[in-house]
């Protein structure tokens, strides 16, 4: 069994589906394989292209009642780090019961798990994805938007929780701010109040200000508020005329997305906003984590704390939908040089997904 789960995330890795920049499309060699291995094990497969590297694809058998859901896409191997890996990050490598490669823990690992559950369950239902990690995601909500899902009573999401059922996590909230200045002289006495980096840095010490303003003993993180990237300027002794930040939020329950952008926006209405993804938390606004609580009671399933990191459980629970999150490897492990997840994080939750399909088959 574990053979044959490594041999399916050998070849996973192998597929490059970073994302930036999503050259994924329905063509590609990894498709081709999975709808040969599905379709030979049973299974019809629907397949969708939406363009730009947004693909869906959807095995299903029987009448199962839980949907599995796997991204496929993996954040990018940047030039700035190739070289500090230690192996190859798009080829499988063991080394000390640990399996490394772009992917193998967030989260191919999982997905070579489900291709080897599907030669011997009767009732399954899988979703891959390719458009987790980067800006833009949309073929979750795509898919629950046009799929009948009525059958469906629990939802699986895949992602790395060492193999612990994880039932609530945070919002989600990346947003795009262009600040504007007046360009000039860096003599000029506008300077101080009309440069645009100066301008991103007032507003930015009073959003981190905001975020920190939310530690407690039971948050330790506040508002987990992150600026990704800040672009502008031309010069030292030049006003900036124009500064891009992009950032991101997790949401802590209890607050919404749209609440926590409203007051980030707040201390400065005059720059130009443009959020990229408001997403709820789980469980999303009005609903409660009661059914998910029960499915893994019923499975003996141990169900971890909240976490901080967001998932796509949360866009399932938003349509009405119990959802968990539960698959190998810890989150430490992912987005990481000589990104890992042990085998035997694999081992146990191929037992755990095995347990679940045979209250079904």
């Known amino acids: 069994m574990i053979n044959n789960i490594l041999k399916h995330l050998d070849f996973l890795i192998q597929q490059d589906t970073q994302n930036p920049p999503r050259k994924i499309c329905q063509d590609d060699q990894l498709y081709l394989y999975l709808t040969s291995h599905f379709q030979k094990h049973g299974f019809?497969?629907?397949?969708?292209?939406?363009?730009?590297?947004?693909?869906?694809?959807?095995?299903?058998?029987?009448?199962?009642?839980?949907?599995?859901?796997?991204?496929?896409?993996?954040?990018?191997?940047?030039?700035?780090?190739?070289?500090?890996?230690?192996?190859?990050?798009?080829?499988?490598?063991?080394?000390?019961?640990?399996?490394?490669?772009?992917?193998?823990?967030?989260?191919?690992?999982?997905?070579?798990?489900?291709?080897?559950?599907?030669?011997?369950?009767?009732n399954m239902a899988v979703l891959f994805t390719s458009d987790e990690e980067g800006a833009n995601g949309c073929c979750v909500q795509s898919f629950i938007d046009n799929t009948d899902l009525s059958q469906y009573q629990q939802i699986i999401i895949a992602e790395p929780t060492s193999s612990h059922a994880v039932v609530s996590h945070r919002g989600y909230l990346s947003t795009y701010i262009e600040f504007t200045g007046i360009s000039g002289h860096s003599s000029m006495a506008v300077a101080l109040q009309s440069n645009a980096i100066h301008k991103a840095n007032y507003w930015l010490a009073k959003a981190l200000d905001y975020a920190h303003s939310f530690v407690s003993d039971k948050n330790q993180a506040g508002i987990c508020f992150n600026v990704g990237v800040i672009k502008g300027g031309e010069k030292n002794n030049m006003i900036a005329e124009?500064?891009?930040?992009?950032?991101?939020?997790?949401?802590?329950?209890?607050?919404?997305?749209?609440?926590?952008?409203?007051?980030?926006?707040?201390?400065?209405?005059?720059?130009?906003?443009?959020?990229?993804?408001?997403?709820?938390?789980?469980?999303?606004?009005?609903?409660?984590?009661?059914?998910?609580?029960?499915?893994?009671?019923?499975?003996?399933?141990?169900?971890?704390?909240?976490?901080?990191?967001?998932t796509e459980a949360a866009l399932f629970s938003q349509a009405g939908f119990p959802a968990i999150v539960l698959g190998p490897g810890d989150i430490k492990q992912a987005h990481t040089i000589d990104e890992w997840v042990e085998v035997a994080q694999?081992?146990?939750?191929?037992?755990?997904?095995?347990?679940?399909?045979?209250h079904e088959n």
């Open 242 to 310: 124009k500064v891009n930040l992009d950032f991101s939020a997790r949401v802590p329950a209890g607050m919404s997305s749209q609440q926590v952008f409203d007051k980030l926006k707040s201390f400065d209405n005059q720059s130009q906003w443009q959020a990229g993804m408001m997403a709820p938390p789980l469980p999303a606004d009005n609903q409660n984590d009661e059914k998910a609580v029960a499915f893994c009671q019923h499975n003996n399933i141990s169900i971890a704390q909240a976490v901080d990191f967001w």
């Open 44 to 122: 019809t497969v629907e397949l969708t292209d939406l363009g730009e590297g947004h693909v869906i694809f959807y095995a299903k058998k029987g009448k199962p009642i839980e949907l599995f859901n796997v991204h496929l896409d993996t954040v990018p191997v940047t030039a700035s780090t190739v070289d500090a890996w230690h192996y190859d990050p798009f080829k499988l490598t063991i080394d000390n019961n640990k399996v490394f490669g772009r992917g193998s823990c967030d989260i191919k690992g999982a997905a070579a798990c489900l291709m080897e559950l599907a030669k011997t369950n009767d």
């Open 346 to 358: 694999l081992e146990k939750i191929y037992h755990i997904y095995a347990g679940i399909l045979d």
